[in-house]
Structures are given as C-alpha cells and as structure tokens.
C-alpha cells in the first residue's frame, strides 16, 4: 500500500466498535479559526481570581501545596460563574451536568501560581507534585463518599479546547455514574481478558517494544499487511510510555500508559509519578513543537471505585491527551467515524524526530 495515500478504517483495538478513518490524500481540513489561536499568556493577570495574591476571589483552599506558605498548586471548589459554562468533556453522557448537581463534587486544581505557564515549561517537580494532587483528591473522595462510582480528572487548555479560564488549572468531577466511554472501555477489556487471559492494554503496552503485528484477510486468510508496532511510540520511560494510537478519533492523540499492569491511577507511587510528569512533560513538548498553537484536553481514564475489584486484571489506567487542531467535518459528527489526514504511524515519527531540550 503507498504509504502516502493510505486509505483504510481502523478499528480500536480496546473498544472494537469505534474506528477511524485514515485517509491522507483528503489534504488539508479546516483548521481552528483566528478566535482559536493561542497566545503567550502572562505570568500574572491583577483581576484573575486563580493568580497568586487573588485568594480572596475565591472559595477556601480544599488543598495546598506546600501546605502554608506561598502556594504553588490549590484545589478549591468550582463555585464560581466564570467556570459554569466550562464546557463538560464531551465524553460525559446527557444528562450528567443535572446529576452532578443533584449530588457530586465539582473542584478546580489551579496548577500553577504562574498564570500563563504551559504543562511542559513547567518543572517535572512541580509536574509530579500536581500528579500527587490529583491522585489524593481521588483516594480522598472514594474513601469518602460511597456514592462517588467515578471521578474524571481532566483539563482544559485553550478556548478550542473549552476552556473558559485562561489561568492553567485542572479539573475533578467525583460523580454518581460511570461515563459511558469508560464504560466501554472497562467491558471491552473485560472481554478480553475472559477470552486470552491478558489485559489488552499490557498486550499492546508488550507489542510496541517487541512484536510486528500482522494483519490478515479475514477470508482468504491471505496476508495483509505488516505493522511495525514500535513505530507508535512517542515517548518512553522507566515506568511510563507514550504512543500514538493504532486508531485514535485526533489526529494528534497521544496516551500515556504505565509499561506494567496498574488498573487504578491511586496506586501510583512517588518514584512512578517522577518518571510520568517526565514523561508527561516531554510529550507535551513534542505536541507543542509539531502542532503549534497546542490546544488540549486530558483525561485520566482509570478503573471505578477502588474497592470494586472487578476490572482489577483486565482493566489498566491511562492518560488521554487530545489536542484539538481540527473543527469536526459533517462526516464526522454524523458517522461518528473520525477522519485522520496524518497516519498514525507517520505521526508518531513527528513527535519521536522532536529534539528536546532536556
Ligand atoms: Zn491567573
Ligand atoms: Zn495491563
Ligand atoms: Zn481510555
């Protein structure tokens, strides 16, 4: 197959019933327009309740690293208007927002004192202490509420990503429903491992280190084609890699995944979020260096409540990061098959040529 004009539909390999389209001879789709583009935010804006110095525009601190003294990270409640038309990740089901009204907790983690700061200027300390906050407000809210069954940590950075603030934060919806993308997820992968003994993500975690992938007819049973499947690596660490998806909705979406088993996000220990805010941080400058105008969401997609063990095997943490570079076609919104006009594979060698500073 030439390699420039690829042209095919991936399937997911964990939720077998999401596939994109690969198609690099569409050429160029419309990009984000001008209110989209990202600008070199300031370090500190005197009216903005986030900004070191402002506390007082906003709730108590829930949470504060370091505890007294200047702060570097806060966690408060999302009390306030600003926030209230924060777009919800789109992969929270109808209805949601009443839910979490009817009962939930709702915080904003404010990253960084440093207004403006993108994630990957700033120092991999303070990365891993902000990993360590997310981590805590999680055990905090499973060990405190038995109504929580989910709590989606996300960020939204820059407008074409939903994001109304411009000061850096992060937030954490500890809900009374699983979303059904994690769902999906969780069953899928359940299936799996019922089926092969093995977590599907620790397959594909072994495949980019080690093995070819090799498709084949499903008729004729005649070969396909050839995978080379640690051309999906972006970004790899001790305890943490970073891939391309073999068939991800954006063209620039990038998980990050711990290389051994780990079903929950709160069993991450001290030295395994030194290697991931590396790790994090790193991709984040490669994203920022290919894309441009980097505008994204993350997400921590991790197993629900802690005491339920049944996705324990077959379930495995991951963070996914979605950079928002395209507005979606009709295609897309009416088939729900995503268009990527980069191959993943071609992507992925992008980020991987990056060279980086540190
Ligand atoms: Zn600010
Ligand atoms: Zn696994
Ligand atoms: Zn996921």
């Given at each position: 197959m030439d390699d420039d004009n690829i042209r095919e539909?991936r ?11 690969i198609s690099t001879s ?314 990527n006009?980069i191959s993943?594979e071609e ?12």
């Amino acid at each position: 197959m030439d390699d420039d004009n690829i042209r095919e539909i991936r399937i997911d390999p964990i939720v077998p019933t999401q596939s994109v389209l690969i198609s690099t001879s569409r050429g160029k789709r419309p990009q984000m327009d001008e209110p989209f583009l990202h600008r070199d935010e300031p370090d500190y804006v005197q009216t903005c309740p986030f900004c070191l110095g402002n506390e007082h525009l906003t709730p108590p601190s829930l949470l504060q690293v370091p505890e007294s003294g200047k702060w570097d990270i806060r966690v408060v409640e999302n009390l306030y208007p600003v926030l209230d038309d924060d777009r919800l990740p789109v992969s929270l089901p109808p209805g949601m927002q009443q839910a979490i009204e009817g009962y939930g907790h709702h915080e904003v983690v404010i990253d960084h004192f440093n207004h403006g700061i993108p994630l990957q200027k700033m120092d991999q300390q303070h990365l891993a202490l902000l990993l360590a906050v997310y981590r805590d407000r999680m055990d905090f809210f499973y060990n405190n509420d038995p109504r929580v069954k989910y709590i989606l940590v996300y960020k939204n950075s820059g407008k074409a990503a939903g994001g109304s603030m411009e000061h850096t934060h992060s937030q954490l919806i500890a809900m009374p429903v699983v979303p059904h993308n994690i769902q999906d997820e969780l069953e899928w992968s359940r299936e799996f491992y019922q089926k092969n003994g093995e977590c599907i993500f620790c397959v594909l975690c072994n495949e980019t280190s080690t093995l070819k992938t090799t498709l084949f007819d499903k008729s004729s049973g005649e070969k396909r084609q050839n995978y080379e499947t640690g051309k999906y690596v972006v970004e790899r660490g001790k305890h943490f890699v970073a891939i391309k998806p073999f068939a991800s909705r954006y063209e620039w979406e990038v998980h990050i995944l711990p290389i051994k088993h780990q079903s929950s996000y709160l069993k991450v220990t001290a030295e395994e979020l030194d290697d991931l805010s590396w790790v994090l941080r790193r991709t984040m400058a490669r994203l920022q260096t290919v894309v441009g105008n980097l505008q994204y969401n993350y997400f921590f997609h991790s197993t629900p409540h802690v005491k339920d063990k049944k996705y324990a095997e077959s379930y495995h943490w991951h963070i996914e990061i979605c950079p928002r570079t395209t507005i979606p076609s009709g295609f897309e919104l009416g088939s729900g098959l995503f268009v990527n006009t980069i191959s993943p594979e071609e992507a992925a060698a992008k980020l991987r040529q990056v060279a980086l500073e540190d």
